[in-house]
């Protein structure tokens, strides 16, 4: 968090897997945690629980958190590496396209319960449960590039249904792999300017050219303003607003008139029963994909009007990458230490604006300004739209 | 119980399983005076026995073909049974409705490309640079639009792009404990208020290779010829026979359904999941806290379908719990007949709980250890213990 407050790029060459022949051979890995195996569950689970750990004890709370548990987390498939080993153990091919077949002989010679655990989605919300004592069943959810954003809508619902006081929402991605980069790079959603690392990802600029994926996790403990102040806790910033609206118009692309994200976002002020001249931020989705920073500029448009150049808005996916799963709430945790700081956190590698994007990005260097109330919003694959809108404590 | 403006009424049904496509078939089966006989698969995937989908004319909710092509088979079958519950709402087309619907789907992960796999993993035999060999590989073999039919949100996606339901879109992962979130976060909303009309369900394709793969891993297959639900052996597998599923409900306010004359299968009065160590009865204390909303119903009228995997301990600790705790209630495990569905398999016990309450069935045995019927359905008691972990229960009654 200090590195990309300050305007310091995370992402770097990928060294978790060789990338000779790849047209992308960056990201925002996350490789300085211990895992006790290198698969996404482990890797997405120990983030999620250090986030988590730091949540709570910043919460002041301990012993059994006792409130629901909301967790976007990426969808999990087999690692490559344990195809190759029931392959290694499994009986010859005996025709092409044969080995699953091959495979499930070999699950029946020998069950591998590690396996299963580690394909299952219900597995590291398991986990966190256990290890944190949540109540009742969790959810573990995906709302694609916005999954992060409705982990948080979905704990702000449950506390408003009077169901909890508090609610512990995660979002952890630690998902990439050779398989999920070449997958990305199918679809172009990728940015192949891999030299220097660190200037590849530029929202709002000309050159943009895809996202850096990325890994990371964010934990918020959600908690009743009524038990919060009760408890004497220590009140970071007012989750005050969610909203959400799908798009129909295509798997990957969003409406042109960007209908949907509009709708979103006014959703989100509505229900913080706040209008648009009373945000002072935006933390933008800002992909830096030529298609998502267009369309979110043109739905902010709609919404904010001519005031729009006048409200800093800057993408801290210019510095950590693309997060996936994570980067609803993670973004939501930069949104929060805006107000906490007054500090603007800066969209960097903005050498070329796009001339047909206006905005006060928040240029390549943070700014200190004093914020009360800031938007963000995440949109996803599969007309997944969602924007939160978070006020600094009532003093 | 009293009538309130938030009750969480089902007013759309849309399920399809081996016994046929819709409402229709399935309601036609819960009426029956003889049990309806299960449909199994048992040579295309040998020695694995899975229920098959039925004969399915995808082009009835899915119009384009382009459309149709963009999925793979679990997708068009959570589109399809979405588009059924929508039409069997009286909501399908209904512009102003669907824009403003919201939507919970519960997800697993789609098809793999079994002949790309195949060929990396063979190659991969002959070869030391293994990490190398996956970069050409995946490069050159896998098609791009494989990933969206991968991708668990993107059924939602495809529902939101055919049907048009677009108020919200959430997608639960987490096998059965995924099917009963789903339903019970649907329901929290609309008891609240934060909702008044949500389609809520899950799919689930059994005849995949690369699924059996995931319960062979702890060899939970039942074996070789179909064998019924309660009584299958231990020396013959672990005891779960998949199924090729797909069950979606709408689910509205009463306010909302009866400002627009919708007929109501039946009310939903509770529905919660839970899970955590299965040691020392815990699983009996957390089932026994789940069921307590159903004490009340009179218990011959009170019909519970039980989506056991048929694996073997679950199974007799449920069929046990059933038994002392909810005795004189029938019992109809519905996994039994159209097999386990996973993410899906709560949704389709509270599709068949739907239909038997709206249309007052005498539902007749699915298995021979269960008892008949003695009184038409009135209330409806579902239950779910997942595979690995998770259990929810709800509670239905009638109007």
Known sequence: MGGAQRGVSGIHKITRFPTEGLSTRISGTVDFIEIPAENAVERSYAMARETTLEALAQAGLSGDFNGPLFLAAPPIEPEWNARFELADRAPASERPGDAYNRFLAAMRQKADPVFHEAVLFGSISERLADRFGTRGLPVTLSTACASGATAIQLGVEAIRQGRTDRALTVATDGSVSAEALIRFSLLSALSTQNDPPEKASKPFTKDRDGFVIAEGAATLVLESLEAAIARGARIYGILKGCGEKADLFHRTRSSPDGGPAIATIRAALADAGIDETGIGYINAHGTSTPENDKMEYLSMSAVFGERLPSIPVSSNKSMIGHTLTAAGAVEAVFSIQTMLTGTLPPTINYQNPDPAIVLDVVPNAKRSQQVTAVLSNSFGFGGQNASLVMTAEPA | ?399
């Open chain 2, 1 to 399: 119980m009293s009538k309130s403006a938030n009750d969480v009424v089902i007013t759309g049904v849309g399920i399809v399983t081996s016994q046929g496509v819709g409402a229709e078939p399935h309601v036609a089966l819960l009426n029956a005076v003889e049990p309806p006989k299960a449909r199994v698969e048992t040579e295309r995937f040998a020695p694995y026995p899975v229920h098959p989908l039925p004969e399915i004319d995808w082009s009835q909710q899915i119009a384009k073909r382009g459309d149709q092509r963009q999925m793979e088979n679990w997708q068009r079958l959570g589109v399809f049974a979405a588009g059924l519950a929508l039409d069997d709402a009286g909501l399908k087309d209904n512009l102003e409705a669907c824009g403003s619907m919201d939507m919970i789907v519960a997800a697993g992960g789609g098809e793999r490309d079994i002949n790309v796999d195949s060929l990396i993993v063979d190659e991969g035999l002959k070869r030391n640079d293994r990490e190398q060999l996956l970069n050409e590989k995946l490069t050159t073999e896998l098609r791009p639009t494989l990933f969206l039919a991968q991708l668990s949100n993107l059924l939602a996606g495809n529902i939101s792009i055919v049907h048009k339901v677009t108020g919200s879109s959430r997608t639960f992962m987490g096998e059965e404990a995924a099917g009963i979130s789903a339903i019970e976060t649907a329901f929290a909303r609309i008891k609240a208020g934060q909702s008044t009309h949500t389609l809520v369900g899950g799919a689930f394709s059994a005849e995949r290779l690369d699924i059996l793969l995931l319960i062979e891993a702890i060899q939970g297959h039942a074996l070789g010829e179909w064998h019924p639900i309660w009584s299958r052996k231990r020396g013959n597998g672990g005891g779960m026979i998949l199924g090729s599923v797909g069950a979606f409900l709408v689910l509205e306010s009463r306010q909302y359904a009866e400002a627009r004359g919708a007929r109501i299968y039946a009310t939903i009065d509770a529905i919660e999941g839970d899970r955590g160590s299965r040691e020392d009865g815990r699983l009996e204390a957390r089932l026994r806290d789940l069921a307590r909303p159903a004490a009340e119903l009179e218990p011959q009228s009170t019909v519970v379908f039980s989506g056991t995997s048929g694996f073997h301990d679950l199974a007799q600790r449920e069929k046990a719990f059933l038994d002392t705790e909810l005795s004189g209630r029938p019992v109809r495990a519905y996994g039994g007949l159209v097999g386990h569905g996973i993410e899906a398999q709560f949704p389709v016990g509270m599709a068949f709980a739907a239909l038997s309450i709206g249309h007052a069935a005498k539902v007749p045995p699915f298995d021979p250890a269960e008892a008949p019927m003695t009184a038409p359905a009135r209330a409806a008691i579902v239950t779910t213990i997942g595979h690995a972990r998770g259990e929810g229960i709800a509670v239905l009654s009638a109007e």
